[in-house]
Structures are given as C-alpha cells and as structure tokens.
C-alpha cells in the first residue's frame, strides 16, 4: 500500500496565482484532513471530510476550497495564492472514530513569493 | 476544543528513559489522550492512545494520571531516530485532530 500520496513535493507561486494540492489515499478511509504548519509551529486544521461529498471547516479554512467526491482522492484548492499561505501542507486519513489514527502524507512545501 | 500543555523541548541522552510530560487539566470524561510524533522533514506519526488505564505499544508507554489530568508519554531506551517533536492532544469526537506545539525532543550520543 502507498498509504496517503501528496503530489507536488514542492511548490513556488506568485501571489495570485492559483493551484491545486492533491491528496490519495488507498487504505479505504473514510475521514481525510488537509493541515497546514508553518515554520516551528504545531498543525493547524484547514477543512477535513467524513466521506465522499461532505466536507467541513477546521480552525484556518479561509483561502482555502476543497472538494471531495470520491473515497480516495481530497484535493485542496487556492484560489488567489497569498504570501501567508507559505507553509507546508498536509493530508491525512483515517478510519471513523475516536480510536482511529490518523496517517499522513510527506507534505507539499508550498511557496508565494 | 481542550487544551494540553507542554514544554517546548527536552533533551535525552541515547539509550537512556525520557518522560515526556503533557497537562490537560480541562480534559472532559470522554476525551482519548492521543500522542503523534515528527521526526524532522515528515508527517506525524501515530504514537500511542489511552484513556484511563495505563498503555503499551511497541513504540513507547503512557502512563494516565488517577485525575486525568495529566500523563506521560515514555520512551524506554531514546535512540538518535527518537528525536522528533512530540504532540500530546484530547480527541473529543470522532471528527478531528488538533495538535498543540508539541515538545522537541533532542537525543544526544
């Protein structure tokens, strides 16, 4: 198994401009996060889902857009790339309840300059 | 959300028993204790989880306050790969996960 796939690795934007984060996994989970840490800091939560076509805001959604219409895949989306969502995002996955672990991805290195 | 509280970093010497401490005095009666790590360049990493008792995985040991309101997360024998950021932190729910800043834990030779 893969587990949870980030792609890119690496990123550099100009401000404004737009792009797409993807996120798969292939451990059949229900429950996929998108997070983000900046430099030295705890993660933060942008938007998690529960399942395919529900999704909800965590504690730093704003400039952030996701869509989650299949099982594997969560993409995240910006819109108009800002110089304060530098940062290096996760994905993460994880099966229903309060027991289940959480698994990540390697992360994105995400640059607006 | 509860909160939990760390210090910012401990350091250990290789092979020797490291206790990493967490307070989480507002910890309500359904909340799991759940620990992730960070070893540096990477995602987290799942750790170990507890809700009263005691508990023992391959990675490490968590011992849970009578009162709940704190533990300790115990590495038997610290390895140089142990060093990583540690994050202590309340599931309520089934929903999310939300870290705090965690303890860095430097591991000398």
């Known amino acids: 198994n893969a587990g949870v796939t980030q792609t890119p690795k690496f990123r550099i934007l100009k401000i404004g401009q737009s792009m797409t984060l993807q996120c798969t996994q292939d451990?059949?989970?229900?429950?996929m996060y998108w997070y983000r840490q900046d430099p030295g800091m705890g993660l933060k939560l942008i938007y998690y889902s529960v399942g395919a076509g529900i999704t909800d805001k965590g504690e730093v959604p704003n400039g952030y857009n996701v869509s989650r219409s299949t099982t594997e895949d969560f993409p995240l989306r910006l819109e108009l790339a800002a110089p304060s969502q530098t940062s290096v995002y996760f994905c993460a996955s994880s099966y229903p309840g309060q027991l289940s672990p959480l698994h990540f991805g390697n992360g994105t290195r995400l640059t607006v300059t | 959300d509860a909160k939990t509280t760390q210090p910012n970093s401990m350091e250990s010497n290789e092979e020797e028993p490291v206790h990493l401490p967490c307070n989480h005095s507002t910890i309500s009666g359904t909340d799991y204790i759940h620990w992730y790590r960070q070893l540096p360049s990477q995602g987290p990493e799942y750790v170990i989880h507890?809700?009263?008792s005691n508990v023992n995985n391959r990675m490490a040991s968590l011992a849970i306050a009578e009162d709940r309101k704190s533990s300790t997360l115990i590495l038997h024998r610290a390895t140089l790969r142990d060093a990583a950021v540690y994050y202590c932190i309340l599931r309520e729910g089934t929903d999310k996960l939300i870290f705090g800043t965690g303890t860095r834990l430097q591991v000398f030779p």
């Open positions: 507890g809700l009263t």
């Open positions: 451990m059949n989970h229900n429950y």
